[in-house]
């Protein structure tokens, strides 16, 4: 049962609430959330371990929680679904993910795509935004910062808009030992993710840790690239 699915449909289901309600459909809207307020509750038992203050994936076959320390663990936070105390432990441990180019998917480095040391856009953002809504504006916005920056320097140095980076040296030139080896070139989330980046740190009310005008002048125009 993993956290980043489960967080996924749990904010599908609020989602779909919203928009029962919008349309008038009470009945429809308190199902969904009810089903939703029932994720929310397995989720806090299941997925959300204590002992560690982390959220972590369950095997239902052997009642045990991962020990692997993955940043779909913030996933929570963007959807709303952890509570200020569960939200503040995550905070505690971004230093796990959290390097000069950006955040790595986790704290291991096994070869493969998914691991340390790439960081890729989504995940990137849902931490960010997850972290934003609680509050810990300061830490958002110089994720936002190291993410953007190495998705900027890259584009200065060869042209180009990664599927993914290495945030550990902060290039593009990524080197898988398995599975899918490339590093496709104008991925839509990685567009996506810098403008919303952009905007974030344009509109953030701690400035110390953001961007500097010169580098958001800057910026490529993502939209206008392969």
């Known amino acids: ?5 489960n967080s996924l449909l749990y904010k599908y289901e609020r989602d779909m609430a919203h928009f029962a309600t919008l349309l008038g459909r009470a009945k429809e ?3 969904w959330n009810r089903r939703a307020a029932t994720r929310r509750r397995a989720i806090d038992k299941y997925l959300w371990n204590s002992a560690t203050g982390m959220f972590s994936d369950y095997n239902f076959v052997t009642h045990q ?3 692997y320390n993955y940043v779909t663990a913030f996933y929570p936070l963007w959807a709303g679904l952890a509570n200020p105390q569960q939200a503040a432990a995550m905070d505690h441990h971004l230093s796990l993910f959290e390097h000069e180019g950006g955040l790595a998917m986790s704290d291991k480095d096994s070869g493969v795509q ?3 040391p790439f960081g ?10 997850g972290l934003a809504l609680y509050g810990f504006t300061s830490d958002a916005s110089r994720i936002s910062n190291e993410f953007s920056q190495t998705i900027l320097q890259n584009f200065l140095r060869d042209g180009t808009i990664r599927e993914k980076y290495n ?3 902060g290039s593009a030139n990524v080197e898988v030992s398995a ?8 991925f839509g989330w990685t567009n996506g993710v810098y403008l919303q980046m952009s ?7 701690k400035n110390a840790t953001t961007a500097t005008p010169q580098s958001i002048s800057a910026a490529p125009q993502v939209g206008n690239h392969p």
Not at 199 to 205: E, G, M, Q, R, V
């Open 199 to 205: 905007d974030f740190l344009l509109h953030s009310k």
């Open 65 to 67: 929680r991962s020990t």
């Open 179 to 186: 599975g899918y080896k490339s590093n496709a070139i104008g």
């Open 120 to 129: 890729w856009a989504p995940t990137n953002w849902l931490a960010i935004k």
């Open 114 to 116: 998914w691991d340390l």
């Open 1 to 5: 049962a993993p956290v980043c699915l």
């Open 167 to 169: 945030v550990v040296s």
């Open 29 to 31: 809207a308190a199902e």
